[in-house]
């Protein structure tokens, strides 16, 4: 199956201070990824979704200048949290967009394992 | 307004007992993905159901797919304390973006 890995897993970052995630699709390309937050025992929000080669697109709410995103690769997406603060504190995870193998056709979102940033 | 609910939001079971979680939505979805999430990682894909009236089977997970396409519910026969999780149901409706619901707790004690 699709797999999706994401680094770090975890983070603690002072306030004030910069992070960023990668998202890597192991072993298929992914034109589309996308990034979400999600608070404890909540469903995903979306914040942005991805396309290699181009400009993030990103939800409403969501500041873009905040949350950098980078989609350089078919592989490869990163969000830099700028400037974090404690209320960024978050489970960050992306996903990946693949064609379904059956016949049917549609996309299957692929999960990365999700990264916990706090923000002290 | 969300798009897709779903329900229950919440379930604390007894193992052995079974359990059914919908997904209802007044919009027509072309696929619908059901996912499990474990505290701390990355939503699980379970299935896709693409036909209206499908009906697939995942071991003890009945997951079926209105006629109609609006909606969706997961059965689960005889549930085991490994079942715990967040499920999550998605709609993707031709543009490739997903909807999710709002998610179902479950919760099964041994």
């Known amino acids: 199956g699709a797999v999706v890995s994401q680094h770090p897993s975890w983070v603690i970052c002072k306030s004030g201070t910069s992070v960023k995630i990668e998202c890597r699709s192991l072993?298929?390309?992914?034109?589309?990824m996308f990034w979400y937050r999600q608070f404890p025992k909540q469903s995903l929000m979306l914040m942005a979704t991805s396309n290699e080669g181009s400009k993030a697109t990103y939800e409403q709410g969501v500041e873009k200048d905040k949350f950098l995103i980078n989609h350089a690769s078919l592989t490869l997406s990163t969000l830099t949290v700028t400037s974090a603060h404690p209320e960024d504190s978050s489970f960050y995870i992306c996903s990946a967009s693949s064609l379904t193998s059956g016949q049917e056709g549609g996309y299957e979102q692929y999960f990365g394992p999700g990264t916990r940033l706090t923000v002290t | 307004t969300q798009l897709l609910e779903q329900s229950p939001q919440f379930l604390s079971i007894q193992e052995g007992e079974n359990l059914t979680v919908y997904c209802n939505s007044s919009s027509v979805f072309s696929s619908l993905q059901w996912y499990r999430q474990e505290p701390g990682e990355g939503p699980v894909l379970l299935v896709t159901v693409v036909t209206g009236g499908e009906v697939k089977k995942l071991k003890r997970l009945t997951f079926q797919f209105g006629d109609a396409r609006k909606d969706s519910s997961l059965h689960i026969t005889a549930a085991q304390p490994g079942d715990t999780g967040l499920y999550l149901c998605a709609g993707e409706r031709g543009s490739y973006i997903p909807t999710f619901g709002r998610g179902t707790s479950l919760i099964v004690h041994p």
């Open positions: 072993d298929f390309q992914a034109t589309t």
